[in-house]
């Protein structure tokens, strides 16, 4: 109880009481792990009967061991915030990257805060987006980005006034946004890539719009196919961060999204002259961080190989990858 002396200075009265007590180190602990996972932190679980309530009662015990030593560890250092933000960012919650073989659903729910992923933040994406493929997801009138613009809110970001809590888990409307996003940006940058010098390229450093997994009479390449391959190992490591040797299942998943589109459209190439055109929009006409008309000489306007198309195919799949759109 505030004595009536103390009104006058309530609240530096009040903080000082609620920093003594010991659920001021715990609740620091719970904002911090929130911010840097985005997960809550567990509860602890009430349902004796549940089959998996014994591995749960693991989950929440191992977590309330981790968060009271570093609860001791932040008082031992005089409230300093830094030791929180090591212990979590040290610990399995925020490093945990893979289970080495399937997971029982004991196990399942004993490793449920372990590992997974955070949706990016519409600030977060954006930056990525410009990290990874060199441009921004813009508009091209104004070159506002869209994710500070008018998607922000639509997905899930805040306007600090009357939207104040950000969403952490993606609905149908954000699903929606980010396959836009991968498509725009695949259609936006693919051809510009494609067009300049392979030594200054954030993208296709290996292949050319020449590199064609057949020949004109259907049989294979062998050295084109490992070329995409390559650049598929690369986009893979750039985009999604993953390092994957050019046998790995998911290089060939990928390839065959390549020539698979590769195949379908240079078929339609073949019997329509004009399927040969590239869509306006995604053209290699202008530098899109500018909106400066290129060169003639590096102008890309037509895709009779149709290897710029089945690249935008292959960079829609990577930059709608879960990997991608969560951290």
């Given at each position: 109880t505030m004595p009536t002396s103390e009104y006058n200075q309530a609240l530096p009265w009040l903080a000082k009481r609620a920093a003594e007590d010991p659920r001021f180190v715990l609740g620091t602990i719970y904002t911090t792990y929130t911010a840097l996972t985005g997960l809550a932190p567990l509860d602890y679980p009430t349902d004796a009967e549940s089959?998996?309530?014994?591995?749960?009662?693991?989950?929440?015990?191992?977590?309330?061991?981790?968060?009271?030593?570093i609860g001791e560890a932040f008082v031992l250092t005089d409230y300093n915030l830094k030791t929180v933000v090591s212990g979590i960012v040290r610990s399995p919650y925020?490093?945990?990257?893979?289970?080495?073989?399937?997971?029982?659903?004991?196990?399942?729910?004993?490793?449920?805060?372990?590992?997974?992923?955070?949706?990016?933040?519409?600030?977060?994406?954006?930056?990525?987006?410009?990290a990874v493929t060199g441009v921004h997801w813009v508009r091209p009138w104004?070159?506002?980005?869209?994710?500070?613009?008018?998607?922000?809110?639509?997905?899930?970001?805040?306007?600090?006034?009357?939207?104040?809590?950000?969403?952490?888990?993606?609905?149908?409307?954000?699903?929606g946004v980010s396959l836009r996003m991968a498509n725009e940006v695949a259609c936006g940058i693919t051809?510009?890539?494609?067009?300049?010098?392979?030594?200054?390229?954030?993208?296709?450093?290996?292949?050319?719009?020449?590199?064609?997994?057949?020949?004109?009479?259907?049989?294979?390449?062998?050295?084109?196919?490992?070329?995409?391959?390559?650049?598929i190992v690369y986009l893979h490591a750039r985009i999604l961060g993953e390092t994957l040797e050019i046998d790995d299942p998911e290089i060939e998943r990928t390839y065959q999204v390549f020539y698979g589109t590769w195949k379908e459209g240079i078929d339609i190439v073949a019997n329509d002259d004009g399927a040969a055109y590239l869509t306006w929009q995604c053209q290699a006409r202008v530098n899109p961080a500018t909106q400066e008309d290129l060169p003639e000489s590096q102008v890309i306007n037509q895709d009779p190989n149709y290897t710029v198309r089945a690249w935008m195919a292959v960079m829609t799949y990577l930059l709608s990858d879960y990997k991608f759109l969560y951290e």
């Open positions: 089959p998996t309530y014994t591995s749960q009662l693991d989950a929440w015990q191992a977590q309330d061991a981790l968060f009271t030593k925020f490093r945990a990257k893979n289970a080495e073989e399937p997971l029982t659903d004991e196990l399942l729910a004993e490793y449920v805060a372990l590992g997974g992923g955070r949706l990016s933040t519409p600030e977060r994406l954006a930056r990525k987006i410009r104004d070159l506002a980005d869209y994710l500070l613009a008018e998607y922000k809110i639509l997905y899930g970001g805040i306007d600090a006034d009357t939207i104040t809590r950000r969403l952490t888990q993606m609905n149908g409307l954000m699903a051809a510009y890539d494609l067009s300049l010098p392979s030594d200054q390229r954030n993208l296709f450093p290996h292949v050319s719009l020449d590199h064609l997994p057949e020949g004109a009479s259907g049989q294979s390449v062998p050295d084109a196919i490992d070329d995409i391959k390559t650049n």
